[in-house]
């Protein structure tokens, strides 16, 4: 297989470099750990685009019987 037949899916390029390359979806790091990468100076490219991970909807706490006194 020649190198232009390969299709590159993910990307870690940091100071121009390409650190790491992927065909496969299976092998891209979890969203947390590109964070870190990314404010560690990192950054991406899927298909040959600029990418940036998504960050994470934070989750408001329940409203639960938590803290709750009982009437008994």
């Known amino acids: 297989m020649d190198k232009k037949d390969r299709k ?6 940091r100071d121009g470099r390409v650190m790491m390359s992927t065909e496969h979806k299976s092998c891209i790091y979890p969203t947390g750990i590109l964070l870190a990468m990314q ?9 040959g685009k600029a990418w940036k991970p998504a960050k994470p909807e934070k989750k408001l706490p329940s409203a639960g019987k938590k803290n709750r006194k009982s009437n008994t």
Do not use: C, H, N
């Open 39 to 47: 404010s560690a100076g990192y950054k991406f490219r899927m298909d």
């Open 8 to 13: 590159v899916l993910f990307e870690v390029i």
